[in-house]
């Protein structure tokens, strides 16, 4: 809102102002890996999507949820076709990643990938794949979250290192910077972690 001669003032009901370039800026500081979202279109084409915004959010029952803007059109995609995969990609995949954040007509050219037996586009050269069923959508301002239930699970044999994305550029792990957490006791509370003698 403003205060009539242009200056945006706090809007006492909507709380204060927050400037969208610190909004990004300080949400940068939050480092994430980086997935591709996949489904097939109505006509058979694979569609997807870089998506930073993918958390694990259950264990019973499983489920995983990613939030895609509103006018995505893979989410439209995914919403009509009714599940989908995260595909999380590796540190080798900054190209993929280029391409399924744009919105280039066929982001599936030159890169490998398979069809599952869940019907599902799947890319070859992920460090993990997650296939799920769209289980609800709840609005998020811009944005949705969509909540899927886990059906298939599967993990890359090679030990490839994640590909992340932290104040707006793409970094990797430093291999031995890797530290074991000392909370083993929580163990239970975590849903990404591994248990007892596997611990990371
Ligand atoms: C590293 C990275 C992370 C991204 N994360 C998200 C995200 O979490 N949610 C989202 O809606 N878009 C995200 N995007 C942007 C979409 O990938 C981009 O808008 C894409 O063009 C959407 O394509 P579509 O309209 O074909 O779905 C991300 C892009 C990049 C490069």
Redesign the pocket.
């Known amino acids: 809102m403003t205060d009539g001669v242009g200056e945006t003032v706090a809007d006492p009901a909507a709380g204060p102002v927050i400037d969208a370039r610190q909004f990004r800026n300080v949400l940068g500081q939050f480092c994430t890996g980086?997935t591709v979202i996949t489904t097939f279109d109505g006509d058979g084409t694979p569609?997807g999507?870089?998506?930073?915004?993918f958390a694990a959010l259950s264990l019973e029952p499983p489920l995983v949820l990613f939030?895609?803007?509103k006018n995505?059109?893979?989410?439209a995609a995914i919403e009509r076709s009714g599940r989908f995969c995260v595909n999380v990609l590796a540190e080798e995949q900054q190209p993929t990643?280029a391409r399924?954040?744009?919105?280039e007509p066929d982001k599936f050219a030159g890169i490998p990938w398979r069809t599952s037996d869940l019907e599902l586009p799947l890319l070859d050269d992920a460090l993990a794949t997650i296939q799920c069923v769209v289980d609800s959508v709840i609005d998020g301002g811009d944005?949705y979250i969509v909540i899927g239930r886990v059906r298939a699970l599967s993990e890359s044999t090679d030990s490839g290192r994640p590909l992340l994305?932290y104040r707006g550029q793409y970094t990797a792990i430093e291999p031995d910077k890797t530290t074991p957490a000392p909370w083993r006791a929580d163990l239970d509370h975590f849903l990404t972690t591994t248990t007892l003698d596997t611990w990371l």
């Open positions: 980086i569609v999507f870089a998506c930073q915004s939030c895609p803007t995505s059109r893979s989410w990643c399924f954040g744009s919105r944005h994305f």
